[in-house]
């Protein structure tokens, strides 16, 4: 049977064109299938994120509050390994060196404070003189001065009996004093530090070296690294700076006579972890602090207002110069991320709201973010053009 030798090379280029057609188009609409799953998926792990870690917050909120201190003790403990300290011991004194200073923050502002607190029912009448004139000069809002008579008088009727409020003297006082499930939180909080520092550098030579190629193990170790040089140097600079801004406004406190400054000049330095309302609430506390103290109005805010301007100093002046714009967050971003975890986990919630919205976005700078409106619009897929690894590591 004869055949035409020479059409044949022809006749097959004719059939590949359809069969590459149909190929590609086969290819697109799997791609676009699996993008359209990923992308579905997870939308729904976002929705149901936040319920699940509110209502397990017994487990995730001490969860992630160790995982966070670790992180922030992590250079000082590579700091300890260079030295040729084992990683054991080299984790056990970064945990005992943060319960030092934890310890020694809770003697200088815990035990004032529950003195203040409990002078508090002594002081409402002076509170009220002191008030008198701007509630004569506020008359005419008689729901405000209900309230204010309303408050007053169920305070007066509060204990007053001297060493009712128990005074804690360190950690271990608080915890003997403490209900079940805050010792057991705490004591697995503590464990979880320790592990985590002691099996840091373990964990992350496993890790690179279990990658398949050269290039994801420069990908895993560019973001391991990110992620703990900039949530510490971010969190470490902030508490310089807070201890410092509190250190101020002690000694300012002490200079216009103000009792226990080094209280006040603590709860400065906590609250300001807090962006934008931990100050407000340090005026406030700060403006109560003076009411119970001075007995003029304008003598009694003067703490409040000591605060504010240095306050003010530090967050538009300080703050800049030493973070720079290498740690710089988005405003809109720090008020989502405030307000997020303030609603999943409380005050705790808030105190680590900017720690972990520098995980997120330095993870997700790292992995690249899914080009949702490619998907769709444009290609079909969730994937955008990724940058060179090493060029990125080099930078």
């Known amino acids: 049977?004869?055949?035409?030798?020479?059409?044949?090379?022809?006749?097959?280029?004719?059939?590949?064109?359809?069969?590459?057609?149909?190929?590609?188009?086969?290819?697109?609409?799997?791609?676009?299938?699996?993008?359209?799953?990923?992308?579905?998926?997870?939308?729904?792990?976002?929705?149901?994120?936040?319920?699940?870690?509110r209502a397990g917050g017994a487990f995730f909120l001490p969860l992630t509050v160790a995982l966070v201190i670790a992180i922030c003790l992590v250079p000082f403990l590579e700091w300890l390994e260079r030295r040729r300290i084992p990683s054991p011991l080299a984790a056990l004194i970064a945990l005992v060196s943060f319960l030092f200073a934890v310890n020694a923050a809770l003697v200088l502002i815990v035990v004032p404070a529950v003195d203040w607190i409990a002078q508090l029912p002594e002081r409402i009448g002076q509170i009220k003189t002191t008030l008198e004139p701007v509630i004569r000069l506020y008359?005419?809002?008689?729901g405000f001065i209900d309230g204010l008579l309303k408050l007053v008088t169920e305070t007066r009727r509060a204990p007053t009996v001297p060493g009712e409020v128990p005074r804690p003297g360190s950690l271990l006082d608080m915890l003997t004093t403490a209900a079940p499930s805050v010792v057991i939180n705490v004591v697995f909080g503590l464990l979880v530090i320790f592990f985590f520092l002691s099996g840091w550098t373990r964990m992350r030579r496993r890790t690179i070296q279990g990658r398949g190629s050269f290039s994801g193990a420069l990908t895993i170790?560019?973001?391991?690294?990110?992620?703990?040089?900039?949530?510490?140097?971010?969190?470490?600079?902030?508490?310089?700076?807070?201890?410092?801004?509190?250190?101020?406004?002690?000694?300012?406190?002490?200079?216009?006579?103000?009792?226990?400054?080094?209280?006040?000049?603590?709860?400065?330095?906590?609250?300001?972890?807090?962006?934008?309302?931990?100050?407000?609430?340090?005026?406030?506390?700060?403006?109560?602090?003076?009411?119970?103290?001075?007995?003029?109005?304008?003598?009694?805010?003067?703490?409040?207002?000591?605060m504010t301007g240095l306050h003010l100093i530090e967050a538009n002046v300080v703050t800049p110069l030493v973070l720079g714009e290498r740690l710089k967050?988005?405003?809109?971003?720090?008020?989502?991320?405030?307000?997020?975890?303030?609603w999943v986990w409380g005050t705790a919630g808030a105190l680590l709201a900017v720690p972990l919205l520098i995980i997120i976005q330095t993870v997700l700078a790292a992995a690249g973010k899914p080009d949702i409106a490619g998907f769709l619009f444009e290609s079909g897929t969730l994937t955008s053009v990724p940058s060179d690894p090493q060029e990125e590591y080099r930078n």
């Open 1 to 53: 049977m004869p055949l035409d030798e020479q059409n044949l090379p022809a006749e097959q280029g004719a059939g590949d064109q359809p069969s590459a057609e149909r190929f590609d188009r086969s290819t697109w609409e799997r791609n676009r299938l699996v993008a359209s799953i990923a992308l579905f998926a997870g939308l729904g792990v976002l929705l149901a994120l936040p319920f699940v870690l």
């Open 329 to 342: 967050l988005s405003p809109l971003m720090i008020l989502v991320s405030l307000s997020f975890w303030t």
């Open 139 to 142: 008359t005419e809002a008689q």
């Open 221 to 306: 170790a560019r973001v391991i690294q990110n992620v703990v040089d900039a949530t510490s140097r971010y969190v470490l600079t902030i508490a310089l700076i807070n201890v410092l801004l509190g250190f101020t406004v002690a000694i300012a406190l002490s200079l216009f006579g103000m009792p226990t400054p080094f209280m006040w000049g603590g709860f400065v330095a906590l609250l300001n972890f807090i962006p934008y309302f931990g100050p407000f609430v340090a005026a406030i506390l700060l403006a109560m602090g003076g009411l119970m103290t001075f007995s003029t109005v304008g003598w009694a805010l003067m703490p409040a207002v000591i």
